[in-house]
């Protein structure tokens, strides 16, 4: 597996199309927004006022996750160096690498984020305790 750092994950910007009597629409389509193929979709909402979520690294994983409603911010870690990024606009989405540790925090009211990720739930692909993630990165 490549060894990333949080300098390898970035804002992707979704395609936006506007219609000035019917609203906007973003795409993401498999093989051409995103470097990867999306096989589970899931989103977090109702997180209430001062809780976090995440608060761990996938392995093999990668995401995009996007604030569809609201606003949140993402840190990520790779062990050495961290990196936040405040997500608050549906048409932007941070592209997430494998190997980062990421917390999601400061949830706004309503907010609804959502994750497109490039394979379905697998619980050995998490790492949910931070010395464990700090050895993991050691051993890349």
């Known amino acids: 597996m490549e060894k990333f750092n949080v300098f390898d994950c970035s804002m992707v910007e979704l395609d936006r199309h506007h219609s000035d009597r019917k609203g906007n629409l973003s795409v993401v389509e498999n093989g051409l927004t995103l470097p990867f193929d999306v096989k589970r979709v899931y989103y977090l909402y109702d997180v209430p006022g001062g809780e976090n979520r995440g608060a761990h690294a996938h392995k093999e994983l990668s995401q995009l996750i ?10 990520l870690d790779d062990g050495k160096c961290k990196r936040s ?4 606009r549906p048409y932007h989405g941070l592209y997430v ?10 949830f706004s009211s309503g907010a ?19 010395q464990e993630f ?4 050691n051993n890349l």
């Open 97 to 106: 690498k494998p190997g980062m540790w990421r917390d999601l925090e400061d």
């Open 66 to 75: 996007i604030a569809a409603s609201g606003s949140f911010t993402v840190t």
């Open 85 to 88: 990024f405040f997500l608050n």
């Open 112 to 130: 609804v984020c959502m994750v497109l990720a490039s394979d379905v739930y697998k619980k050995e692909d998490y790492i949910r305790d931070y």
């Open 134 to 137: 700090i050895k993991f990165r």
